[in-house]
């Protein structure tokens, strides 16, 4: 999982140099974002499934070598058809992996469900902390070309290694393999066509398309705000240690990004899934607002945008957990990924925030309809999903 981050959360230091080196407008740049995350989250369940099927070990090994070949690839590009290509793969080997490390957290510990999804996604969410800066030197002082290459190499290699060690729970192939249910859980094993005649799936994927768009602009626009706020390149100051405002953002937002999926998956364990959304989703929403206002000052902006990742990532935690919950653990991976396609349709969302900006000369509106689906989500899940739960799990 911490070698696939990258793959997103690295993403937007490469926007800048594409557009400059080739001359391509930031728009069609970001097509190439929105069919990564496409291609990882609408085949997820797909993965899952395999996953379900023949263990996560052959799985990942295989989205190993899509992973490391579509950033080589992203080395050669030379045209937008061929950037399209290399997103493609690199989407396809990382929500695999992405399936089945999840899937398989699921399984393993039912009763510390949240908490289980939180560590194992944190490695997605924190993955590209250490590497921001690293990436940053490598494209200012070779080239974005030699910082794909060489990062495209070393991830491939070690997701392949680590392949070699993962495997089902023992248990999966038994004759009761689903004895352990805690509180809260569904006791009834639902297939992912049969949860797709649900309406609380729905709701829920509605909540996370809402919930992952805010979050997935800031992932691939937090480049271009800070150039177009000025204070991309300001210096900031913190604990003896300066670097430029947006180096300094993107390093502080993917540990906190990571930090926040096991702490708000612990917290939902204790205090239950629907609350800990409407605290989670509701700070996101006043953080965007926040960030809108103040983020022209490079200290805030390094500060905001830190507490936005941190109150945005734990979907990632709460909703797979939700869903095992209420549907059951047979078919966690399979189920998990059929939800966690709402971010492809989410991510279909980002290349307009650039449209919009353009159009009115300002990010504010898209913060503004970011905060607003932000908050709305965080009423749904109090006052719509959690008695739509309860009725089922009842």
């Not at 899509?66 to 045209?79: E, F, I």
């Not at 992405?98 to 560590?119: E, I, M, Q, S, T």
């Not at 906190?256 to 899934?273: A, E, M, Q, Y």
């Not at 989410?346 to 919009?356: D, E, N, R, Y």
Request: with cysteine.
């Amino acid at each position: 999982m911490t070698m696939i981050a990258n793959l997103q959360y690295g993403w937007t230091l490469f926007v800048n140099p594409m557009q400059k080196a080739f001359g391509w407008d930031r728009f069609a740049i970001q097509v190439a974002f929105t069919i990564f995350i496409v291609t990882e989250t609408w085949l997820v369940p797909l993965h899952g499934y395999l996953v379900d099927r023949y263990g996560p070990k052959r799985i990942v090994l295989l989205a190993g070598l899509l992973c490391g070949a579509a950033w080589v690839t992203n080395a050669y590009v030379t045209s937008l058809p061929m950037l399209y290509f290399a997103q493609a793969i690199g989407g396809l080997g990382a929500g695999a992996i992405y399936g089945a490390a999840v899937g398989n957290a699921l399984k393993w510990f039912a009763d510390r469900r949240g908490f289980a999804a939180g560590v194992t996604a944190a490695g997605f969410g924190m993955g590209s902390a250490l590497t921001v800066i690293p990436i940053s030197l490598i494209i200012a002082n070779r080239g974005f070309q030699s910082a794909f290459l060489l990062s495209g190499i070393l991830q491939g290699v070690a997701i392949c290694l680590c392949a070699l060690f993962l495997k089902a729970p023992p248990w999966v192939d038994a004759a009761k393999p689903f004895d352990v249910v805690a509180a809260g859980q569904a006791r009834r094993q639902y297939s992912p066509l049969q949860i797709a005649k649900t309406p609380a799936f729905w709701l829920m994927y509605a909540m996370f398309v809402m919930m992952a768009a805010g979050g997935l602009m800031a992932t691939a626009q937090l480049g271009p705000i800070a150039k177009d706020f000025g204070v991309a390149d300001a210096p900031v100051s913190f604990l003896g240690m300066t670097l430029p405002a947006l180096t300094f953002a993107l390093s502080i937002d993917r540990l906190l990004n990571g930090v926040t999926r096991p702490f708000f998956g612990w917290v939902s364990d204790k205090i239950g899934r629907e609350p800990t959304m409407f605290i989670a989703f509701a700070l996101e929403g006043l953080a965007i607002l926040a960030l809108s206002k103040f983020g022209q000052a490079p200290g805030l902006f390094v500060l905001l945008t830190g507490f936005v990742f941190f109150a945005w990532g734990e979907i990632y935690s709460l909703f797979p957990a939700t869903c095992t919950d209420t549907f059951g653990s047979k078919f966690a991976a399979a189920n998990a990924g059929l939800l966690y396609t709402a971010k492809g349709t989410a991510a279909l969302l980002v290349p307009f925030s650039s449209l919009l900006t353009d159009a009115t000369g300002s990010w504010r509106p898209v913060f503004w309809i970011a905060a607003a689906m932000n908050i709305a989500t965080a009423m749904l899940a109090i006052f719509a999903l959690q008695p739509l739960r309860r009725r089922m799990i009842s």
